[in-house]
């Protein structure tokens, strides 16, 4: 598409968008034209707070739909839109209700802690919910010992090694783009900036979690390289966020940790899905009453906990 196409279709989006009285809220992994037309940009947790807050009649969500489901929980009564239907996360898929129910019958009395990356289904059969940003704060906070941390094998082990007096146990799930860093990918990013901070999202492999100097949320990251003193970062999350990062520090150099990755399907929204999204009012996220009931609770605990 040429700058002369991509300036209209931004026009009409915004013109649709008014008319709907909707409001685009985008991941921070998000493509740099998504980022820029939308009206919130932010991390799991800001999103799903600010889905809950806004007044719009309609959500248009660019991520994927656990993110979209999530805002459809907190605000049942309002329109979300998930403009591509295959915008599906693999790690939320790793976990079956059946599974986690199995899990719970061998554990009885654990807590179950599901982290955002999972389906409306999984949130409904747990106690308490968390992100990347606050799963060691809610796991704290939990009034007992014993916890079931699902899907995430990687963010669970971040959180067992902060919370050693509680018993966590892993389901083994992991996030496709994250599970690809590797120590050799950190070693060669190291050697080229020796000076730079090493900023890793924890859903990387633990042997990069102990390495790094930081493990942040995407948010977190955004918010640490803006305060840091140093110059140079290694960022070790999907790439989409470098973007924001340049943009909101131009006075600061970015660095993928080793070759660049990317969620396929954060990539799948374009101005092109966003504008059909929009007038077409496609595709909506519906779900069962009591899922959203009971899934509701999880999310709200995890908020009142933080
Ligand atoms: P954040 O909550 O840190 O933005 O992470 C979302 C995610 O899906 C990571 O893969």
Known sequence: MDKADNAMLRENILKLKKQKEAVILAHNYQVPQIQEIADYLGDSLELARISKEVESKVIVFCG????????????????????????????ADMITPQQLLELKK???????????????????????CCTSSNAVKVVKNIPIDKVIF???????????????????????????AHQQFTLED?????????????????????????????VLSTSG???????????RFIIGTEEGIIYRLKKENPNKEFYSLGKEKVCETMKKT???????????EIYQIELDKEVIEK???AIERMINYV
């Open 221 to 231: 990251m955004l918010i640490r390289a803006a305060q840091s003193q140093a110059k």
């Open 150 to 176: 699902v899907p995430d094998k990687n963010l669970g082990w971040w959180v067992q090694t902060r919370v050693p007096d509680k018993e966590v146990i892993i389901w083994q799930g992991y996030c496709e």
């Open 106 to 128: 061998e554990h009885p009395g654990a807590w179950v802690v599901s982290y955002v990356n999972s389906s409306a289904q999984i949130k409904a059969l747990s106690d308490v």
């Open 270 to 280: 374009t101005l092109v899905e966003l504008y059909e999204s929009l007038d077409k």
């Open 295 to 297: 899934a509701k609770k």
């Open 64 to 91: 994927v739909k656990f993110m979209a489901e999530t805002a459809k929980i907190l605000s049942p009564q309002k329109k979300v839109l998930l403009p591509v239907l295959e915008a599906g996360c693999p790690l």
């Open 186 to 214: 950190l070693e060669e990013t190291k050697k080229m900036y020796p000076d730079a901070r090493v900023l890793v999202h924890p859903e990387c492999r633990k042997e990069i979690l102990l390495k790094a100097d930081f």
